[in-house]
């Protein structure tokens, strides 16, 4: 036997591929499944079934393309309706795959038809594949599912504490719990970096664990401090139980490259947002005029989901060279599929066109505390709790994640300034404030970690829960 998690770091998402004496299963796979079929023809192997925990929220799986390609079966667990030919399993119904089998947990809480898989090997429980069911040091958020009027957050919740307390808590401590996210997902609030644990760390570890937890406690806990989900996650939620377009024609559609002309044409005629894909550094020097920046090299996809939002909008890519597929395919990852193409020799071949640029201005920390007095506008565009733990005294706090319902928050005509923590975020923010109109900004190079390093770190930084 062999399992072998596939984890993309940009989304936090981890993906299963399991092989048994000539046959495998997959869980919950990414879209692009070219290296899936990869490895079932390196180990000579048979794909027998595509096991999905859920209708995922946060990005699109590739069950459906791979079950075209392979003419395998996709498993759900009970309550699923897709609208795809799909295998709706029974609560313990078991599928064998070579000399292991793999047993349905019906474990509903984060949604309706979430199921948590049992690997069992040689008659002994190995390990759970506990989706967004449960996290290493969290559970999955019980807000994502609520359609019927009389469904709650609250009702998932409890039905959460149910699925956790009935089918996963009673398995002995040494089954290895293989999660579908680890920390930096939206799907949950306080996942632990690692990706892979023991039942038994997870009982003395995670929070909602705790024996003597009543279900009421639990129910306060994880829904206490819930952000709201992003925009595009029932989007994402629609394709994976409705079908989607193969990855493949996406991506042949997204890297066609554009002149300048072209470009600007497309831009025009479709209404389209050019998304500059660099380094923050290298967008602020020039860039073309109303486009956003969100650096290929951070968290790209998720805050392209939640700032952008709408998955049919039309997007128009300034990316570095040779990285035109990857971002396309990244974009896809999250239900982005209208990229119209790419300009062709990126913003140099803008500028030897004669076209016009636009510059943010960016200092570093050191210029920004000599220039700094008490009466300087500053917005820090970390989340609350990064801001809570530790900020500069006359800093207001805007979330990158909620821009939109602060713009009225910053000065028209007053120079203000803009930090995050380490410079990706807030250039974000400045090339949206500067698609709105706010031409007065200046961002700081470096961000929070940077300012920390200068003498103001002694005397204008506050820690909240301390005073």
Known sequence: MHIEQIYTGCLAQGAYYIVSNGEAAIIDPLREVQPYLDRLERDGVKLKY????????????????????????????????????????????EFVIGDITIKALHTPGHTMEST????????????????????????????????????????????????????????????????????????GK????????????????????????????????????????PAYFPLN??????????????????????????????????DALILDVRNPQEFAKAFIPRSINIGIKGSFAPWVGALIQDITTPILLITPEGKEEEVVTRLSRVGFDNTL??????????????????????????????????????????KEPEYQSQHLLTADNTPLDNLNDHLSTFP?????????????????????????????????????GALQKTALQSSEFVCPTTL
Not at 56 to 62: K, L, P, T, W, Y
Not at 248 to 263: M, V, Y
Not at 420 to 429: D, F, H, K, L, P
């Open 50 to 93: 595509i096991f999905e925990t859920h209708f995922h929220a946060d990005f699109v799986s590739g069950h459906v393309t791979l079950a075209e390609k392979t003419g395998t079966p996709i498993i759900y667990g009970p309550l699923a309706n897709p609208s795809f030919e799909a295998i709706i399993a029974e609560d313990e119904q």
């Open 116 to 187: 948590t898989y049992l690997l069992i090997h040689q008659g002994r429980n190995h390990a759970i594949f506990s989706g967004d069911t449960l996290f290493l040091g969290d559970v999955g958020r019980p807000d994502l599912a609520q359609k019927a009027a009389d469904i709650t957050q609250e009702d998932l919740a409890g039905m959460l504490y149910d699925s956790l307390r009935t089918k996963i808590m009673p398995l002995a401590d040494e089954v290895i719990v293989y999660p579908a996210h680890g920390a930096g997902s939206a799907c």
């Open 190 to 229: 306080n996942m632990m970096k690692e990706t892979v644990d023991t039942l038994g760390n997870q009982k003395k570890m995670n929070y909602a664990l705790r024996a003597d937890m009543t279900k009421e406690e639990f129910i306060k806990e994880v829904t206490d401090g819930l952000l709201p989900p």
């Open 237 to 270: 939620v629609k394709l994976n139980k409705e079908g989607y377009e193969d990855v493949g024609k996406i991506i042949n559609q997204g890297t066609k490259p554009l002149d300048a002309t072209a470009f600007e044409l497309e831009a025009e005629a479709h």
């Open 341 to 382: 193409g790419y300009l062709e020799g990126g913003i140099n071949a803008w500028i030897q066109a004669g076209r016009e640029t636009d510059r943010i201005e960016s200092i570093s920390a050191v210029e920004f505390e000599s220039r700094y007095n008490e009466e300087l506008p500053l917005f820090d565009v970390r």
């Open 412 to 448: 028209k005509e007053e120079t203000f300034y803009v930090h995050c923590a380490g410079g990706y975020r807030s250039m974000i923010a400045s090339s949206i404030l500067k698609s709105r109109g706010y031409h007065n900004l200046i961002e700081i190079a470096g961000g929070y």
